[in-house]
């Protein structure tokens, strides 16, 4: 299934998260894989994508080369990082320092919202 494309960067971008969300989960690739998602911003070093982490899926294993956020926007993950770990549902955001190594894992089907940034 190809995607109509969208533009990932510019002065000004507006995303209705919850389509996006919606969309994720209704291409077949939600169903048949572990994870789906899509790049909203690819600006520079400034990285946005919606990730829809079906249960037992995990991120790849990061420790980025410049800081993140992990946004929990439906679902429930698991979150590991070496000061400690902890369930974190709707509504949480978590802030990675550069470097640090953490990983996430979904305890049911979640939507994700990662914000990257390269170093």
């Known amino acids: 299934m190809t995607r ?8 000004l971008l ?3 998260l919850d389509t996006e ?13 572990t994870r789906n ?6 600006d ?9 982490l079906n249960a037992g899926a995990a991120l790849d294993d990061a420790a ?3 800081p993140a956020t992990v946004q929990i926007l439906a679902g429930r993950v698991r979150f590991e990082a070496r000061d400690g770990q902890g369930t974190l549902g709707p509504g949480t955001i978590v802030a990675i320092e550069s ?5 996430v894992t979904a305890e049911e089907r979640s939507v994700v919202l990662l914000t990257l940034v390269a170093a």
Do not use: N, Q, W, Y
């Open 64 to 66: 980025e080369a410049g």
């Open 4 to 11: 109509p494309t969208h533009t990932m960067s510019g002065p």
């Open 99 to 103: 470097g640090v190594p953490h990983a």
């Open 44 to 52: 520079g070093p400034l990285r946005v994508v919606l990730v829809l």
């Open 21 to 33: 969300a919606r969309r994720l989960r209704d291409e077949p690739e939600a169903e048949s894989g």
């Open 37 to 42: 998602g899509i790049t909203l911003v690819k």
């Open 14 to 16: 507006c995303f209705a």
